[in-house]
């Protein structure tokens, strides 16, 4: 258990990190909901889940592969700092150009007709993320999650300050949702400032085997993350190509892609969950994969992740009725039931996340590759046919869909080339209760707030009560 605690600090760690960052960008939610209308901010929707693509291909999968090989016994860590930095770099630099100079194509194409500079801010945000995404790749490595949790939170001290100052005090609406943009630069640009001891220390470098072993093994990798973020990029472009005119009666297809797009946003709970323990859970899976009971501690990691998810799914989905105060303008409420389908998804995403390490640890990333490509097939053909039909709600149900069907596939090849003893019946069955009581609660209506708020709370110290009372009879004994 000591091995699993100290995956949990260091995931909590990393959690802060990443939620209090993000639980800073999150207070700018509100006021992107209250100056940009749906239909603007179905455009930065757009423009950002664009933005999440390319990064992957920016990154090309060095991030792994940096983990990868750091941890073979012996590895010259240094070297291979610097091969993965220049690869990026490298990318990155080359991806950078492309964009830059054909920005009048790309803003046309994503909807930002006449706003080239869009483009070419974007580009260089993302040319910023991934220049610094090995030496945050070191830190975590070197276990030093403070320092880590210190440039996210300032990053984004610095991203909250600026978009208060331009939307509250410098607003042009001719620019727009381009202060988002603006904002994001310039905090960004502080990162060179961070990591000024790292790129001093960097020395661009190839090795002929080494560097061609790295793309071969992060060359799948990247393919998976696209592949991966497809699945999200179609949900949106989906809503803005296939929904049939006036399926929303008075409302466009940008305001859809805007309303799903806020709504989205409510689900970030769990999406911050899955984040902050891959950040902390890459090294460790790693670290322990000689060991000779790794599966069985695998197996325990992924249970007790299941049931925090389920612990987020089911507090998230019986609070909507507060959430949804933090879009303050009204018009976006009327997607708020997308919501929970959307939390389902993504708790299935990150289990598929720990599932993966299998093919990680046995070097055949390209089962990855096809997993996730047949995912982006199937949200691909989900959302031509029940887009139509269903708008952003059939939207969100593809979305856990296609995760669930990822999550099932890696599990049933894993079992076949590593296995690991998971606790399946007992996971789907957590999964499935929680989500059923949380439709059941959903359906009494409680028309004071304040007792259907205490309600709620009821439910869910129940529902943990449970959780610890089941668990230390059955799991953590034995454990």
């Known amino acids: 258990m000591s091995k699993i605690k100290r995956l949990a600090g260091e995931t909590a760690l990393y959690g802060l990190g990443n939620i209090i960052p993000r639980l800073l960008n999150f207070l700018l939610f509100p006021i992107h909901t209250l100056f940009f209308d749906p239909e603007e901010y179905g455009v930065l929707t757009i423009l950002m889940s664009f933005v999440g693509l390319l990064n992957v291909v920016y990154s090309f999968g060095m991030e792994t592969a940096y983990f990868r090989f750091v941890s073979v016994p012996g590895a010259d860590q240094k070297k291979i700092f610097n091969l993965t930095q220049t690869a990026v770099i490298f990318i990155s630099t080359a991806l950078s150009i492309i964009l830059i100079l054909n920005a ?18 974007l580009t260089l945000i993302m040319f910023i993320d991934n220049a610094v995404s090995i030496p945050f790749a070191r830190l975590r490595f070197e276990k030093k999650p403070i320092r880590f949790a210190f440039y996210r939170i300032s990053n984004v001290a610095i991203l909250t300050a600026l978009n208060f100052y331009f939307l509250y005090f410098a607003y042009d609406p001719a620019v727009g949702v381009g202060y988002v943009f603006i904002a994001n ?15 001093a220390q960097w020395r661009p470098q ?10 071969k093994y992060s060359f799948p990798i990247m393919i ?59 090294p460790f899976f790693f670290s322990q994969a000689t060991e000779k009971k790794s599966p069985q501690l695998f197996a325990k990691v992924n249970h007790y992740f299941i049931l925090v998810c389920c612990v987020i799914l089911l507090a998230t989905s019986i609070n909507l009725d507060i959430l949804k105060l933090l879009m303050q303008n009204s018009a976006y409420w009327e997607g708020i039931y997308i919501v929970p389908p959307l939390l389902l998804g993504y708790l299935f995403l990150g289990v598929y996340y720990n599932f993966t390490i299998w093919f990680k640890l046995t070097d055949r990333t390209y089962y990855g590759t096809i997993i996730t490509i047949a995912g982006a097939v199937l949200t691909f053909i989900l959302n031509c046919l029940f887009v139509p039909m269903g708008g952003y709600y059939a939207s969100s ?83």
């Open 185 to 199: 630069l310039i905090a960004n640009s502080f990162y060179f400032l961070f990591f000024l001891k790292d790129f």
């Open 397 to 479: 149900w593809i979305t856990a869909v296609v995760y669930g069907f990822m999550m099932i596939a890696c599990y049933v090849l894993g079992q076949k080339h590593y296995p690991i003893p998971y606790f399946v019946l007992r996971g789907l069955s957590y999964i499935t209760l929680t989500y059923v009581i949380g439709m059941g609660v959903n359906l009494i209506h409680i028309p004071n707030q304040l007792l259907a708020t205490s309600f709620h709370f009821i439910v869910i110290g129940s529902f943990c009560g449970a959780i610890y009372i089941l668990e230390r009879k059955l799991f953590v004994i034995r454990s």
């Open 104 to 121: 009048s194509f790309f803003a046309k194409a994503l909807g930002a007709e006449g706003h080239e500079n869009f483009i070419v801010w």
């Open 206 to 215: 190839v090795d002929k085997e080494v560097t061609t072993t790295l793309f």
């Open 224 to 282: 998976t993350g696209l592949a991966a973020m497809m699945n999200e990029f179609f949900s949106r472009l989906s809503l803005e190509q296939w929904l049939p005119k006036n399926f929303y009666p008075g409302r466009s297809s940008e305001f859809a892609v805007g309303v799903f797009g806020g709504c989205y946003k409510l689900s970030v709970i769990m999406n911050l969950t899955i984040q902050a323990f891959r950040m902390a859970g890459g």
